[in-house]
């Protein structure tokens, strides 16, 4: 997760899960066999599937999901253009690509031990709902011991839920293009420290490595 303090900013992270389907449009959504894993902090928000799809990593894949915030059956024009599908997959295959130099940088040799179904719904919103303090009022006091935002920006959100085995959400808004993609790689930090059970390999926490791959791959890009 991330967020800003004043003007500084701060990376936060925070964790919970997701769903699988079978394939539809942005526009197609009723056609799923299964209903979609939606985020409790934006169950009130009208969203539409568009992708739903297994993404081949090399030796690995994803079946990724995503969800946007919608009007009417369509996705709001404003949160689909800056995280296009196209867009979003490209850096789920790109983080992949770069956790794997970054673990062999570090001497981390990481496995496939939850399985490999282990899947990821991206859900795209507007930046106000992201940022809205009454819904995310619970993690800021679980991470801060506060309910008010207190001036911090809510930038990102991972959530492991643990309440949907082998699934992972996370949750963005349009930040502008300089953020967008730290973002979204951040977020996905916490995926793979999920994912790979980097935790049983090293000391700190999942944000502590977040902050770290993100800057690593800033530092390649």
């Not at 936060?12 to 299964?34: K, N, W």
């Not at 009007?71 to 689909?80: A, H, I, N």
């Not at 507007?126 to 940022?131: K, N, P, V």
């Amino acid at each position: 997760m991330k967020t800003r303090k004043f003007h500084k900013r701060i990376i936060t992270a925070l964790f919970i899960s997701l769903i699988t389907m079978t394939g539809c449009d942005a526009h197609g959504s009723e056609r799923l066999a299964h209903k979609v894993y939606k985020l409790p902090v934006i169950s009130d928000v009208e969203t539409v599937v568009s992708t739903d799809k297994e993404v081949r990593l090399g030796g690995r894949s994803i079946h990724l999901t995503l969800l946007y915030e919608a009007s009417r059956g369509k996705p709001l024009g404003y949160v689909y253009s800056p995280h296009k599908p196209l867009y979003v997959e490209a850096m789920v295959k790109r983080s992949s690509q770069v956790m794997r130099a970054f673990l062999r940088e570090k001497g981390i040799v990481a496995s496939e031990c939850r399985g490999y179904k282990y899947n990821l719904i991206v859900s795209v919103v507007s930046r106000h709902i992201l940022q809205d303090e009454n819904r995310f009022r619970g993690f800021y006091k679980m991470r801060f011991g506060t309910e008010k935002v207190a001036g911090r920006t809510l930038y990102g959100y991972y959530d492991s839920t643990p309440e949907v085995v082998y699934n992972s959400s996370i949750l963005l808004a349009d930040m502008g293009p300089r953020l967008n993609e730290a973002v979204i790689i951040h977020e996905l930090a916490h995926y793979w420290w999920d994912r790979l059970c980097i935790a049983s390999h090293v000391s700190g926490t999942s944000e502590s490595f977040a902050q770290a791959f993100e800057a690593y791959y800033l530092r390649r890009n």
